[in-house]
């Protein structure tokens, strides 16, 4: 029954909690740099049409499918009739415990450096290789964020994830807010902007419009289930649309945010901005020194509190969708199914653990056609897990939705708690949506990544 399985108990707490999952790592060390290499302002312009076209059909669906059947990624298609494709909540469900795997390695190393800067020690930024495959350390603050996951998680929908959302999301906005005001006082922090923002439709092309809507996709926590978990802990009362147009809104305004921070820290020391973790843990630390011990000390560790609570928000809603599935499908108790899986998933992310210099096995573990240097494991599963499963999710969720479950059923879903939706313009614009421009694209998107990561072609 639904009330056994939990409820948001409000709208915001439910908003907060999927604003949460979709605001992660990727929307403060990836968005910010695709922006800048992208065309400053052309690339924000087709990020926000693809969010809002591409993805927000998708995200509908998943909150739809969840709410309609009270259930986890897995049991909502067998709810629904259809057993057989349950094989998308199947693989949703390795996604996650992939992705949350190596997710939580990373989010490790924020948490680390969050100490670090604690200390003042900005030195790390330079130490960064050391660092990451300081194996013992990167473990330990790995278990540390694990166990933090699993606390949140096991406190159930209502005192555990909307709880610690409330807690986490307004405060994230508050430092993140605090560091952009500080960071355009800097010299020379008007150079930044400029290098984020003026609009140059010339570096606009196909290969930039395809990171776009990767990242996206992946931004918004879409493919996966995750929202279809979240959703199965909605009232009938909420309106679906405007909530998921909220979220949105939210993912890529923190995104956006995040760039007009972290290119006047890089340009007021007039340094490079390079893209991925070097920006973050390289780069910046060197930035926060040259503020001086105190000044250093207070931005270096808030900024990284920041990081850490993104990406904590993140992994709670990673860790749910397993939980539950264990939770309904195998009757298991919450706090049960929460360590156990936890503990299973820690497990599986030693090899990532491992991927970054501690062991040459790991790290030098395969070769893939197209590339020079051998990826390491954790490349290797972020590849299949996060690039792949998640537009092959993606695509299966809409043609599900759209041609097996039918749009009618979708917007008899929606329609619940959003009295004028059937009829208006948004009703044919999202059917639209599912029926055609997702399918299409999401396949196609599929298809592509798995040539360039797979057998190195990119027709680019
Ligand atoms: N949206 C998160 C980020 O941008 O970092 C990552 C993520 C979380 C992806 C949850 C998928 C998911 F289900």
Same mark, same amino acid.
């Given at each position: 029954?639904?009330?056994?399985?939990?409820?948001? #108990?409000?709208?915001?707490?439910?908003?907060?909690?999927?604003?949460?999952?979709?605001?992660?790592?990727?929307?403060?060390?990836?968005?910010?740099?695709?922006?800048?290499?992208?065309?400053?302002?052309?690339?924000?312009?087709?990020?926000?049409?693809?969010?809002?076209?591409?993805?927000?059909?998708?995200?509908?669906?998943?909150?739809?499918?969840?709410?309609?059947? %009270?259930?986890?990624?897995?049991?909502?298609?067998?709810?629904?009739? $259809?057993?057989?494709?349950?094989?998308?909540?199947?693989?949703?469900?390795?996604?996650?415990?992939?992705?949350?795997?190596?997710? %939580?390695?990373?989010?490790?190393?924020? /948490?680390?450096?969050?100490?670090?800067?604690?200390? =003042?020690?900005?030195?790390?930024?330079? *130490?960064?290789?050391?660092?990451?495959?300081?194996?013992?350390?990167?473990?330990?603050?790995?278990?540390?964020?694990?166990?933090?996951?699993?606390?949140?998680?096991?406190?159930?929908?209502?005192?555990?994830?909307?709880?610690?959302?409330?807690?986490?999301?307004?405060?994230?906005?508050?430092?993140?807010?605090?560091?952009?005001?500080?960071?355009?006082?800097?010299?020379?922090?008007?150079?930044?902007?400029?290098?984020?923002?003026?609009?140059? $439709?010339?570096?606009?092309?196909?290969?930039?419009?395809?990171?776009?809507?990767?990242?996206? &996709?992946?931004?918004?926590?879409?493919?996966?289930?995750?929202?279809?978990?979240?959703?199965?802990?909605?009232?009938?009362?909420?309106?679906?649309?405007?909530?998921?147009?909220?979220?949105?809104?939210?993912?890529? =305004?923190?995104?956006?945010?995040?760039?007009?921070?972290? !290119?006047?820290?890089? &340009?007021?020391?007039?340094? *490079?901005?390079?893209?991925?973790?070097?920006?973050?843990?390289?780069?910046?630390? =060197?930035? $926060?020194?040259?503020?001086?011990?105190?000044?250093?000390?207070?931005?270096?560790?808030?900024?990284?509190?920041?990081?850490?609570?993104?990406?904590?928000?993140?992994?709670?809603?990673?860790?749910?969708?397993?939980?539950?599935?264990?939770?309904?499908?195998? #009757?298991?108790?919450?706090?049960?199914?929460?360590?156990?899986?936890?503990?299973?998933?820690?497990?599986?992310?030693?090899?990532?653990?491992?991927?970054?210099?501690?062991?040459?096995?790991?790290?030098? $573990?395969?070769?893939?056609?197209?590339?020079?240097?051998?990826?390491? /494991?954790?490349?290797?599963?972020? /590849?299949?897990?996060?690039?792949?499963?998640?537009?092959?999710?993606?695509?299966?969720?809409?043609?599900?939705?759209?041609?097996?479950?039918?749009?009618?059923?979708?917007? *008899?879903?929606?329609?619940?708690?959003?009295?004028?939706?059937?009829?208006?313009?948004?009703?044919?614009?999202? #059917?639209?949506?599912?029926? !055609?421009?997702?399918?299409?694209?999401?396949?196609?998107?599929?298809?592509?990544?798995?040539?360039?990561?797979?057998?190195?072609?990119?027709? /680019?």
């Amino acid at each position: 029954m639904a009330s056994n399985r939990g409820q948001f #108990n409000s709208r915001v707490g439910f908003i907060l909690a999927a604003a949460g999952s979709a605001v992660g790592l990727g929307n403060i060390w990836k968005f910010p740099f695709e922006v800048g290499d992208g065309g400053g302002a052309a690339f924000v312009l087709i990020y926000l049409i693809f969010c809002f076209v591409l993805c927000f059909p998708v995200m509908v669906a998943e909150i739809a499918i969840g709410r309609r059947t %009270n259930k986890n990624p897995v049991g909502a298609f067998v709810s629904l009739g $259809f057993p057989n494709w349950s094989i998308i909540g199947k693989l949703g469900l390795v996604a996650g415990v992939v992705i949350l795997s190596f997710y %939580n390695v990373v989010a490790g190393w924020a /948490f680390g450096y969050f100490f670090e800067m604690l200390q =003042g020690n900005f030195a790390i930024g330079s *130490e960064f290789g050391t660092f990451i495959a300081d194996w013992l350390k990167v473990g330990i603050y790995g278990l540390i964020f694990m166990a933090a996951t699993a606390f949140i998680v096991s406190g159930g929908v209502q005192d555990g994830i909307e709880k610690a959302a409330k807690i986490l999301m307004p405060s994230l906005l508050a430092i993140i807010l605090f560091l952009v005001v500080y960071a355009l006082t800097l010299p020379n922090a008007m150079a930044g902007v400029e290098f984020y923002l003026v609009p140059d $439709f010339s570096k606009v092309n196909l290969q930039v419009i395809y990171n776009a809507l990767g990242q996206a &996709f992946f931004s918004l926590s879409l493919g996966m289930g995750a929202l279809i978990t979240y959703g199965s802990y909605v009232s009938k009362r909420e309106n679906i649309i405007s909530s998921a147009a909220i979220i949105t809104l939210t993912d890529v =305004g923190i995104a956006f945010i995040a760039g007009l921070m972290m !290119f006047p820290f890089v &340009f007021s020391q007039n340094l *490079e901005p390079n893209g991925g973790p070097g920006l973050i843990f390289v780069t910046l630390p =060197g930035v $926060f020194q040259t503020l001086g011990p105190l000044l250093g000390v207070v931005i270096g560790s808030l900024f990284f509190l920041l990081l850490s609570f993104a990406a904590l928000t993140s992994t709670v809603s990673l860790l749910e969708v397993p939980v539950s599935y264990l939770v309904d499908e195998r #009757n298991m108790p919450r706090k049960k199914a929460v360590w156990l899986t936890a503990g299973g998933i820690f497990l599986v992310g030693i090899p990532s653990l491992l991927s970054n210099g501690s062991s040459e096995f790991w790290t030098a $573990f395969t070769h893939l056609p197209g590339r020079e240097d051998p990826v390491s /494991f954790m490349t290797l599963i972020e /590849f299949v897990a996060s690039d792949s499963f998640l537009p092959l999710g993606g695509f299966l969720i809409s043609v599900f939705t759209a041609y097996v479950w039918r749009t009618a059923s979708l917007d *008899e879903e929606v329609a619940i708690g959003n009295d004028g939706f059937l009829g208006s313009p948004l009703q044919k614009f999202l #059917n639209f949506g599912i029926q !055609f421009l997702a399918p299409v694209i999401l396949g196609i998107i599929f298809v592509l990544t798995v040539l360039d990561r797979f057998w190195g072609y990119n027709p /680019f």
